[in-house]
T-cell receptor
Framework: GDSVTQMEGPVTLSEEAFLTINCTYTATGYPSLFWYVQYPGEGLQLLLKATKADDKGSNKGFEATYRKETTSFHLEKGSVQVSDSAVYFCALSDPGANSKLTFGKGITLSVRP | GAVVSQHPSWVICKSGTSVKIECRSLDFQATTMFWYRQFPKQSLMLMATSNEGSKATYEQGVEKDKFLINHASLTLSTLTVTSAHPEDSSFYIC?????????????FGPGTRLTVL
């Protein structure tokens, strides 16, 4: 079945540091890929998405590129801020599975001033 | 826009009792809502897909008689945990899919923490 694997956390960075959060997936079909973010005390929010190979999703300075050859969708940001502290979830939606979302475990990012 | 609320945000109950959790889409209509369960330090696991006016579709391994789902309107779905036991303690999250979206974006509620004593 479908699965999403995220790197182990938590991750602690200093403000303005470079961020990479790894995400790889397995899927039977040709999935859409997502990054969701959950700020403290809030629900999950869509951060960015990519629906086909080589697409780059971007939002709020975050980027991720759909790499079909490596089945990856790594999240990057060039300069993190304290306000980026949150839990980040990688997810996929396989079009053959009624568009259900499959999530990775999530990773907690803490950014210190 | 696209705000989803859940009520209550947390609940503590005795073993053997039933608990109802509400999920509402506040500013949009949702023909489809999803219920997830999240254990500490683990990912969200889909429990069931709830479609307005029809029976919910449960994932493999989820007891439909224990986790009753009702989606009576385009803005409300409820999850009732019947005869709750300590192993049902968890974080329950709902989401709603916006009618007419060309891709599968789901809007999530803030979650409900259930503790069964």
């Amino acid at each position: 079945g479908d699965s999403v694997t995220q790197m182990e956390g938590p991750v602690t960075l200093s403000e303005e540091a470079f961020l990479t959060i790894n995400c790889t997936y397995t899927a039977t079909g040709y999935p859409s890929l997502f990054w969701y973010v959950q700020y403290p005390g809030e629900g999950l929010q869509l951060l960015l998405k990519a629906t086909k190979a080589d697409d780059k999703g971007s939002n709020k300075g975050f980027e991720a590129t759909y790499r079909k050859e490596t089945t990856s969708f790594h999240l990057e940001k060039g300069s993190v801020q304290v306000s980026d502290s949150a839990v980040y979830f990688c997810a996929l939606s396989d079009p053959g599975a009624n568009s259900k979302l499959t999530f990775g475990k999530g990773i907690t990012l803490s950014v210190r001033p | 826009g696209a705000v989803v609320s859940q009520h209550p945000s947390w609940v503590i109950c005795k073993s053997g009792t039933s608990v109802k959790i509400e999920c509402r889409s506040l500013d949009f209509q949702a023909t489809t809502m999803f219920w997830y369960r999240q254990f500490p330090k683990q990912s969200l696991m889909l429990m069931a897909t709830s479609n307005e006016g029809s029976k919910a579709t449960y994932e493999q391994g989820v007891e439909k008689d224990k986790f009753l789902i009702n989606h009576a309107s385009l803005t409300l779905s409820t999850l009732t945990v019947t005869s709750a036991h300590p192993e049902d303690s968890s974080f329950y999250i709902c989401s709603a899919r916006v009618l007419g979206q060309s891709y599968n974006e789901q809007f999530f509620g803030p979650g409900t923490r259930l503790t069964v004593l």
